[in-house]
Every structure is written in structure tokens, then in C-alpha cells.
């Protein structure tokens, strides 16, 4: 972490964010990475993706018990998605927020579930829960090769 990350207890993290196969389907894929491009996050992988179930399993196998599980496997197979590995200061907890709320009547007014979606099962974005879980979910998602190191020429003008 530099000097400024430090006195700012501000940690650079990486979080995996997908864009759910309805969200391919409505046409969202452009809105929906715009929003983190705009607030100043760095993309570092993006491909479209047709998700087996099995990746589908492992990547909610916390949510393994729930009556919801099966329908939820169906969802997220059910046509490509879009796989995104973004980083940043606080990006984690900052890319949760931009998404809102996992029901999407609770979801405020300017959050991607707020604004473009009405129902749980249909929430058209995930997005990592803690900087471990998107250390694991890139890691589950993207083969090394897949990832980019760069250095976009607007950070001096985002970070000081
Ligand atoms: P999150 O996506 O906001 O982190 P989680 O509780 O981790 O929410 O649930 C993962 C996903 O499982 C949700 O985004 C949603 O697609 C689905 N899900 C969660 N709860 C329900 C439910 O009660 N009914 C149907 N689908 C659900
Ligand atoms: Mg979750």
C-alpha cells in the first residue's frame, strides 16, 4: 500500500462483479459497466461468459441450504453473463453500494438494482461481499491470463 493508502487506512481491493443473464438480455451490459468506469474503479478483466453449473454451484455454494438454490442456478445459466474483475480504493464495499440493495424495491433511487430492476430473482448485477470473497471469485471466474495490469491515464487525476 503507498504512503497516501496508508494515512488514509484506505486499501486498494479487488472485487468480482457479473453482470446476471437478464441484465445481458435487456440490453444493460453498456449501462451497467459505465456506472463503474464513471465513479473511477479499474477494470482488470471483462469477458461474456455462458456459465456451467457447476461454477454456477461453487460460486453460491454458501446459499447452498436455501429453498431458492436450485431457481437461482437455473438464473444464473440461463444465458451468457457478463464477467468483470474491477479494482480499487474501497472497491468492495463502494461497488456494493453502487449496486444497492439485493432486493430491488429496498434498492435506492440511483443504484443499478434501484433504477433497472423490481425483483430479488431478477437483480441483473453481483457483486463480491467482502475483499476475500473477490479474491476467491476472480480467482473462480478468470484464468490468470485473462487479467490486465495497467495503468489508466486518469489515476493521478482520481487518487492524490
Ligand atoms: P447479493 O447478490 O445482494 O449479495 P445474496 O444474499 O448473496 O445477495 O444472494 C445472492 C443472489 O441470490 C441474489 O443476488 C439473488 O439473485 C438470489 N437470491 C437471494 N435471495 C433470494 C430470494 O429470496 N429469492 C430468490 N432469489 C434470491
Ligand atoms: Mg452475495
Not at 456459465?51 to 455454494?61: D, G, N, Q, T, V
Not at 424495491?105 to 473477490?134: C, W
Amino acid at each position: 500500500a503507498s504512503m497516501v493508502n496508508i494515512l488514509f487506512q484506505e486499501e486498494v481491493e479487488e472485487t468480482y462483479i457479473m453482470i446476471k443473464p437478464d441484465g445481458v438480455q435487456r440490453g444493460l451490459v453498456g449501462e451497467i459497466i459505465s456506472r463503474f468506469e464513471k465513479k473511477g474503479f479499474k477494470l482488470t478483466g471483462l469477458k461474456l461468459f455462458e456459465c456451467p453449473k457447476e461454477l454456477a454451484e461453487e460460486h453460491y455454494k454458501d446459499l447452498q441450504s436455501k429453498p431458492f438454490f436450485p431457481k437461482l442456478i437455473d438464473y444464473i445459466t440461463s444465458g451468457p453473463v457478463v464477467c468483470m474483475a474491477w479494482e480499487g480504493i474501497g472497491v468492495v464495499a463502494s461497488a456494493r453500494k453502487l449496486i444497492g440493495a439485493t432486493n430491488p424495491l429496498n434498492a435506492e433511487p440511483g443504484t443499478i438494482r434501484g433504477d433497472l430492476a423490481v425483483q430479488t430473482g431478477r437483480n441483473v448485477v453481483h457483486g463480491s461481499d467482502s475483499p476475500d470473497n473477490g479474491k476467491r471469485e476472480i480467482a473462480l471466474w478468470f484464468r490468470e491470463g485473462e487479467l490486465c495490469t495497467w495503468m489508466p491515464v486518469q489515476e493521478p487525476w482520481l487518487i492524490e
